[in-house]
Each structure stands twice: as C-alpha cells, then as structure tokens.
C-alpha cells in the first residue's frame, strides 16, 4: 500500500523555469492538498481539491496552479519559478468524514530555485 | 476561520523527564484535532487524532492528548522522553463540516542526555 506519493524528491531550477511537482495517492481519498513548508513558519497550504475537476485556492495561491483530472493525482505547476518558492513542498490526502479522517503526506518535494 | 496556535517554538528537555506541547486553536463549529510528529527530512506521520467521545487520546510512542472545549485547547504530553522523541511536532485543526485543515507552525522538541 503506497499511500501517498511524490515525485521528485529534489530539484533545482532556475528562476523563470516551470516545473510539474507530482503527487499521487492510492486510498480513493477526495481531498487532496498541497502545502509548502518553510523554516519557523508551519505548513501553509497552497491549494487543495475536494474531489475530480474541484480545486480551489489555499493561503499561498499565486506562483502556482493545480489540476485534478483523476481522484488519484493531484500535480503542482510552478510557472516562472521564483527564489521565494524555494520550499519544500508536501502533498497530502484524506477522507473528511470517518475514523480515519486524518491526512496521509508524501515524503516532499525539496525545491531550490536559483 | 480556524487557526491553531502552538505556544512554545522549541522544547529542551532532559531525557526521561515530562513533557508538554501545548496547543490552542479557535473556531466557531465543530472540529477534529491532530498532532503530527516530523522526523529530520522526512515528511508527517500522525501521533494521536481527536474525534469524538473520550477527551483524553492515546497515540503512538507512549504520547496522549486531551481535549479540553472550553480552553480550546489540544496540548501533547508524554510522562518520559527519549532522545529518539526529537523532532518537529505540529498540531492541526479540520473543520467537521468542511475542507479546511489547518496547521500551527510547530514545536521542536529537543531531548539530550
């Protein structure tokens, strides 16, 4: 059982390159998450999808977008990569309802943007 | 809105002594509570959750929490440390009828010998 995956684990990109972070869960979870976690501030959450063609806006939207095509893929696209987006980058799913309602995380993605 | 609020940024503790990580939050409906525990470059991995029923849960590693709705608050005890307990703890809110799940900014817990 997978769980959550994500895809790379590190990269380094230039300023103004774009990039597809990639996130894939195997549990038939319809919330899905993306967060970025930077030192002494938490996680933020970026964007989040409650189910297949439903996404929305987080805390910290701008610099980046989202699509949920499948119920199992939830990818990230950074568009002209900036080095405040130098972050590392969490992908979580859950179910909101049940006893087993908490959000499962992928290992992250470590992005440095130089 | 929700928000989660972790009182202590950093926790130095002596093996085997108590610990507490304390955790507040704020919202107007009803909520589910979680601590989540960070290894170095790892991702987050659930302690305990509340849901409902009992105000004191039980997680992994010897840890417990108790919810208590009239402070707000969800604060992480554990009565003996060990080194292998240090890591970054964050305490997270969802909202029971919505999507919201919000995290505090967390709390490094530092055990020596």
């Known amino acids: 059982n997978a769980g959550v995956t994500q895809t790379p684990k590190f990269r380094i990109l230039k300023i103004g390159q774009s990039m597809t972070l990639q996130c894939t869960q195997d549990m038939n979870h319809n919330y899905m998450y993306w967060y970025r976690q930077d030192p002494g501030m938490g996680l933020k959450l970026i964007y989040y999808s409650v189910g297949a063609g439903i996404t929305d806006k987080g805390e910290v939207p701008n610099g980046y977008n989202v699509s949920r095509s499948t119920t199992e893929d939830f990818p990230l696209r950074l568009e002209l990569a900036a080095p405040s987006q130098t972050s590392v980058y969490f992908c979580?799913?859950?179910?909101?309802?049940?006893?087993?309602?908490?959000?499962?995380f992928g290992q992250g993605t470590r992005l440095t943007v130089v | 809105a929700q928000s989660v609020t972790q009182l202590d940024s950093q926790v130095p503790v002596f093996e085997e002594a108590p610990v507490e990580l304390r955790c507040n939050y704020s919202?107007?409906?009803?909520?589910?509570l979680f601590w989540y525990v960070q290894y170095p470059n790892q991702g987050l991995q659930l302690l305990l959750k509340y849901l409902s029923g009992s105000t004191l849960v039980k997680g992994i590693n010897g840890f417990e929490a108790e919810f208590n709705k009239s402070q707000t608050s969800f604060h992480l005890r554990k009565p003996s440390v060990h080194i292998s307990d240090t890591a970054e703890y964050f305490c997270a809110v969802a909202n029971q009828a919505g999507t919201a799940l919000i995290f505090g900014k967390g709390t490094t817990l530092s055990v020596s010998s």
């Open positions: 919202s107007s409906v009803s909520v589910y």
């Open positions: 979580a799913s859950r179910e909101p309802q049940g006893a087993r309602t908490e959000a499962f």
